[in-house]
């Protein structure tokens, strides 16, 4: 079983491998799993540091794994001007509600009164199951804004 214990900022060597998974699965300190070439692997971080999608972890004998979201159930609401999706933003967050924030939209877990609270703004609530890569908190490091460089796409 490959075991990794190191996240890299940064890698110009060539990935070996990739990992998808799930928001809840990306925010375990301890994971184990299948790559998506089908190698067993160990995943062994340090609590309370999601795993962020695009991320590398390098395993103890050496092979990259690229760390990949895996699209599921969501409700992504969209908005057509900035002061009402601002509005929807303040009172989904007055709920403690984890969030993924993008231009003009907004992405939560499935929940029925969340999604009436945005239509009863005017937004259009898509159900479509995407990939969840929610803000982690004002005091811990955000969303995707991770320093590391290399190619993906959303």
């Known amino acids: 079983m490959l075991q990794a214990y190191v996240r890299l900022d940064h890698t110009h060597d060539p ?30 971080m340090e609590r309370g540091h999601p795993l ?7 395993t103890e004998c050496g092979k ?24 929807v933003c303040y009172h989904l967050g007055n709920r403690h509600t984890v969030l993924q924030v993008g231009e003009l939209w907004v992405r939560f877990k499935p929940d029925h009164v969340l999604a009436e609270l945005t239509e009863n703004y005017g937004l259009v609530v898509d159900d479509a199951p995407a990939i969840f890569e929610p803000e982690n908190g004002a005091y811990g490091k955000g969303g995707h804004s991770h320093g590391h460089s290399h190619g993906h796409s959303h």
């Open 64 to 87: 990259l794994i690229e760390v990949k979201g895996q699209a599921e159930p969501v409700n992504t609401a969209t908005a057509t001007d900035w002061l009402t999706f601002s509005k």
């Open 15 to 44: 990935i070996d491998g990739s990992i998808t998974l799930d928001h809840d699965t990306r925010k375990k300190a301890r994971i184990k799993g299948q790559t998506d070439q089908g190698l067993a692997i160990g995943i062994f």
């Open 52 to 58: 962020l999608v695009g991320e590398v972890l390098k």
